[in-house]
């Protein structure tokens, strides 16, 4: 099982840019897909997930009204929509997927993705 992200890059503070995780392999039992992020000097933290059952997402606090996770198709595959991107978001930006009970907790993930910069300038 491999999952691969992309559309890392450098944008400008107010910019919007998307992220996308495409899953390969064996994917049968899945039921989360999400996304974290680690900023320089910062510890791993949620950022949004996507779980297939219900259709139903969650994010955290501090991108809730700026970002959405949406499926892409019937592919094993969630884009990640940033709008109104600050300085903040500034991180290395890691998709995971598994069938985690708690989608805030990277621990219940089985499968990571190689991570991908954003960085926002101001």
């Known amino acids: 099982v491999q999952l691969q992200a992309s559309g890392g890059g450098l944008v400008q503070a107010g910019d919007s840019h998307e992220l996308s995780c495409a899953a390969s392999?064996?994917?049968?039992?899945?039921?989360?897909m999400g996304w974290f992020r680690r900023a320089p000097g910062k510890e791993r933290e949620f950022v949004a997930a996507f779980r297939w059952s219900g259709s139903s997402t969650e994010y955290a606090d501090s991108v809730k009204g700026r970002f959405t996770i949406v499926r892409d198709g019937a592919e094993k595959k969630v884009t990640l929509q940033m709008n109104s991107l600050k300085p903040e978001d500034t991180a290395v930006y890691y998709c995971a997927a598994g069938s985690v009970k708690l989608a805030r907790d990277a621990r219940g993930y089985d499968y990571w993705g190689r991570g991908t910069q954003v960085t926002v300038s101001s």
């Open positions: 392999g064996r994917t049968f039992g899945w039921y989360v």
